[in-house]
């Protein structure tokens, strides 16, 4: 791809001399994917799609860009919009739109302070300001309700001893969804009766504000089988294996010859003659007639499965 500044990308070069919105964008975006990272170099969220504004404005001059263009884009994400490398756009609720329209508001921000853009531009973008529930076209979302303790007692038999811990941990301590996938036996301080938990990242790190989270006995009872696994504690290769280990001990048709002779590793030769020997089926500590092990030290995965949050923006 061509610099920003390169004249052969007339994308990115205005006729006058002022930079384009494009170049911009490309600008800003080179800048967010060093700055908007944790410290063990995960990509944030706030690396955010801006495919609507170039795709309206992406030739204009940044000197040309102010707020009856802001509001264009704003309506381009409340209607939704066909794009023509992305295809179709679907609209945004209310409370997105919002969060779309502040982010490109700070794009120009960024942009004067590295003397790109006017900071006459970026005030006239802040007039602009956001949608109010009742007083537009965009859709509104229902609010995120707790759940109920009876939904939860009544689903927790249904899911596997890790999500299930999983369910429990949060229910019991409040922690946000990032912070119970990404515990670590290390991270925790076990020396008194209520156990401290200060994850290493956190959504508010960059800011240096510690997090300490109290984990007091149901949370304890809730992580004590898992305490011995090195690195993450819940791990998805280990609530599969759990899966598989109870789907063999509750079978009740006959295992055929060909599915005995398979060494049930993803990726291995699985065409072997039905005389191969078997490979033993694990064993049951707790000799309960389900087969679900009790000890979780299974197998520990040879590298983290954490949630990348690579989700796609419009």
Same mark, same amino acid.
């Given at each position: 791809?061509?610099?920003?500044?390169?004249?052969?990308?007339?994308?990115?070069?205005?006729?006058?001399?002022?930079? =384009?919105?494009?170049?911009? +964008?490309?600008?800003?975006?080179?800048? #967010?994917?060093?700055?908007?990272?944790?410290?063990?170099?995960?990509?944030?969220?706030?690396?955010?799609?801006?495919?609507?504004? %170039?795709?309206?404005?992406?030739?204009?001059?940044?000197?040309?860009?102010?707020?009856?263009?802001?509001?264009?884009?704003?309506?381009?994400?409340?209607?939704?919009?066909?794009?023509?490398?992305?295809?179709?756009?679907?609209?945004?609720?209310?409370?997105?739109?919002?969060?779309?329209?502040?982010?490109?508001? %700070?794009?120009?921000?960024?942009?004067?302070?590295?003397?790109?853009?006017?900071?006459?531009?970026? &005030?006239?973008?802040?007039?602009? =300001?956001?949608?109010? #529930?009742?007083?537009?076209? #965009?859709?509104?979302?229902?609010?995120?309700?707790?759940?109920?303790?009876?939904?939860?007692?009544?689903?927790?038999?249904?899911?596997?001893?890790?999500?299930?811990?999983?369910?429990?941990?949060?229910?019991?301590?409040?922690?946000?969804?990032?912070?119970?996938?990404? +515990? &670590?036996?290390?991270?925790?301080? %076990? =020396?008194?009766?209520?156990?401290?938990?200060?994850? =290493?990242?956190?959504?508010?790190?960059?800011?240096?504000?510690?997090?300490? +989270?109290?984990?007091?006995?149901?949370?304890?009872?809730?992580?004590?089988?898992?305490?011995?696994?090195?690195?993450?504690?819940?791990?998805?290769?280990?609530?599969?294996?759990?899966?598989?280990?109870?789907? &063999?001990?509750?079978?009740?048709?006959?295992?055929?010859?060909?599915?005995?002779?398979?060494?049930?590793?993803?990726?291995?030769?699985?065409? %072997?003659?039905?005389?191969?020997?078997?490979?033993?089926?694990?064993?049951?500590?707790?000799?309960?007639?389900?087969?679900?092990?009790?000890?979780?030290? +299974?197998?520990?995965?040879?590298?983290?499965?954490?949630?990348?949050?690579?989700?796609?923006?419009?």
């Amino acid at each position: 791809m061509p610099s920003p500044a390169d004249p052969a990308n007339p994308a990115t070069v205005a006729p006058s001399g002022p930079i =384009t919105v494009t170049a911009l +964008i490309l600008k800003f975006l080179e800048h #967010a994917g060093t700055y908007y990272r944790r410290p063990d170099e995960m990509q944030t969220t706030e690396v955010t799609e801006l495919r609507p504004t %170039r795709h309206l404005f992406g030739h204009l001059p940044v000197t040309e860009f102010g707020p009856k263009c802001l509001r264009a884009v704003r309506s381009l994400t409340v209607d939704g919009y066909l794009h023509p490398d992305y295809g179709l756009r679907g609209d945004l609720s209310r409370g997105v739109v919002n969060q779309r329209v502040g982010r490109i508001v %700070r794009v120009f921000k960024w942009g004067v302070s590295e003397e790109l853009v006017p900071a006459t531009v970026h &005030r006239a973008l802040t007039t602009v =300001t956001g949608l109010k #529930a009742g007083r537009t076209e #965009a859709r509104e979302t229902e609010p995120v309700e707790p759940v109920a303790w009876e939904i939860v007692e009544k689903t927790l038999p249904k899911l596997n001893p890790v999500v299930r811990a999983m369910v429990l941990l949060q229910w019991h301590t409040g922690m946000r969804p990032g912070e119970v996938c990404s +515990i &670590r036996a290390d991270e925790i301080d %076990r =020396t008194a009766a209520v156990w401290i938990y200060r994850p =290493t990242y956190h959504k508010l790190a960059y800011r240096g504000k510690p997090r300490v +989270i109290a984990i007091g006995k149901q949370g304890q009872d809730a992580l004590a089988p898992f305490m011995d696994r090195p690195g993450y504690l819940f791990s998805p290769v280990l609530a599969v294996e759990l899966m598989q280990a109870e789907k &063999r001990a509750n079978r009740k048709s006959k295992v055929q010859p060909s599915q005995r002779s398979r060494n049930g590793s993803r990726g291995s030769d699985t065409r %072997r003659s039905s005389t191969t020997e078997p490979s033993p089926e694990p064993a049951n500590p707790s000799g309960s007639s389900r087969g679900t092990p009790t000890n979780y030290g +299974i197998r520990s995965p040879p590298v983290s499965t954490r949630d990348s949050d690579s989700k796609r923006h419009r």
